[in-house]
């Protein structure tokens, strides 16, 4: 993208973003192209997802260098994203054996959690 757009509530453009910052599929490099864009890194829809939120609510292994540029890009609406962070923290070890993960795995998503968790207190959350 390209210049300014205005993301519509209930919008595509919406509905891309928060795909785009989804913590288990979105990617920094996609969401940058968004940010880049001018999309409100605060937008949220009727359900009250948020930017923020969709990037701390995971299944697997959060992503800390997505959750912290849409830190630095100014994000403020996250509800309960360190609640989330936390429980992905601390469940990591009961799904192991589900995910199929090693170890090691759940060292890393421990780890991941722990970035996530760092950079949440640090904005204020």
Avoid: Y
């Avoid at 260098?65 to 469940?91: F, Y």
């Amino acid at each position: 993208p390209n210049g300014t757009f205005q993301l519509k509530a209930g919008g595509m453009q919406v509905s891309l973003f928060l795909q785009a910052c989804d913590g288990d599929n979105g990617t920094v490099e996609i969401v940058k192209h968004f940010l880049d864009a001018k999309a409100d890194v605060n937008c949220q829809i009727n359900t009250g997802a948020t930017p923020l939120s969709k990037a701390c609510s995971v299944d697997n292994m959060l992503n800390p260098d997505l959750v912290q540029l849409l830190l630095t890009a100014g994000a403020t609406l996250g509800g309960d994203c360190l609640a989330s962070a936390q429980g992905n923290c601390d469940t990591r070890e009961s799904v192991k054996e589900d995910r199929g993960w090693t170890t090691e795995q759940v060292k890393e998503a421990q780890d991941r959690a722990d970035k996530v968790i760092a950079a949440l207190k640090k904005a204020g959350f």
